[in-house]
T-cell receptor
Framework: GAGVSQTPSNKVTEKGKYVELRCDPI?????LYWYRQSLGQGPEFLIY????????DSGLPNDRFFAVRPEGSVSTLKIQRTERGDSAVYLC?????????????FGPGTRLTVL | DAKTTQPPSMDCAEGRAANLPCNHS???????VYWYRQIHSQGPQYIIH???NNETNEMASLIITEDRKSSTLILPHATLRDTAVYYC??????????????FGKGTKLSVKP
């Protein structure tokens, strides 16, 4: 079946612009996660949704970052006033539920470049 | 911060077993050990997880020491397609952060012909 998909695959923007990154999880998965991966580093947790609500947003670096999941399926990560330091691969993952013994399925990521 | 320590890189000959070590000396009783891998330019892929007992699936085996302070991921017959970064992760069982994975830098495994 279809896996986690993310669009766009690549996004180039200018410093100060607003961007939206989309994640389509696996159908029926209630838990959705966003991670950010800088070059040479492991993925870094940003936010975790259980259904429509953010169960844990402790990884969001500052108030320029915001994510929504209004219908409990598709999620959008929004970044305001982008900075060059926001350049990274943004990964989305979903799992059947949010418990510890459910494997997370990752999408291919969106590569964001802020010029 | 990641609660695990892994060597930054390892080499393995094609067809031989790859044994990837991980130290997690501060693991608590209700925390699982997870392994993921990330092939270049792809998202991480789940491999296996365990709590106390050794585990085996179609991809790998996970050996956890009796004191649970370390583990080893074994790929029994490594192929070139197993070249990837392998992440060992200790995952919380309860609490508000039970969902997220905390990745370290992992081990870059290079399988050579």
């Amino acid at each position: 079946g279809a896996g986690v998909s993310q669009t766009p695959s690549n996004k180039v923007t200018e410093k100060g612009k607003y961007v939206e990154l989309r994640c389509d999880p696996i159908s029926g998965h209630t838990a959705l996660y966003w991670y950010r991966q800088s070059l040479g580093q492991g993925p870094e947790f940003l936010i975790y949704f259980q259904g429509t609500g953010a169960a844990d947003d402790s990884g969001l670096p500052n108030d320029r970052f915001f994510a929504v999941r209004p219908e409990g399926s598709v999620s959008t990560l929004k970044i305001q006033r982008t900075e060059r330091g926001d350049s990274a691969v943004y990964l989305c993952a979903s799992s059947l539920t949010g418990g510890p013994v459910n494997e997370q399925f990752f999408g291919p990521g969106t590569r964001l470049t802020v010029l | 911060d990641a609660k695990t320590t892994q060597p930054p890189s390892m080499d393995c000959a094609e067809g031989r077993a790859a044994n990837l070590p991980c130290n997690h000396s501060t693991i608590s009783g209700n925390e699982y050990v997870y392994w993921y891998r990330q092939i270049h330019s792809q998202g991480p892929q789940y491999i296996i997880h365990g709590l106390k007992n050794n585990e085996t699936n179609e991809m790998a085996s996970l050996i956890i020491t009796e004191d649970r302070k370390s583990s080893t991921l074994i790929l029994p017959h490594a192929t070139l397609r197993d070249t990837a970064v392998y992440y060992c992760i200790v995952r919380l069982n309860y609490g508000g952060s039970q969902g997220n994975l905390i990745f370290g830098k992992g081990t870059k495994l290079s399988v050579k012909p």
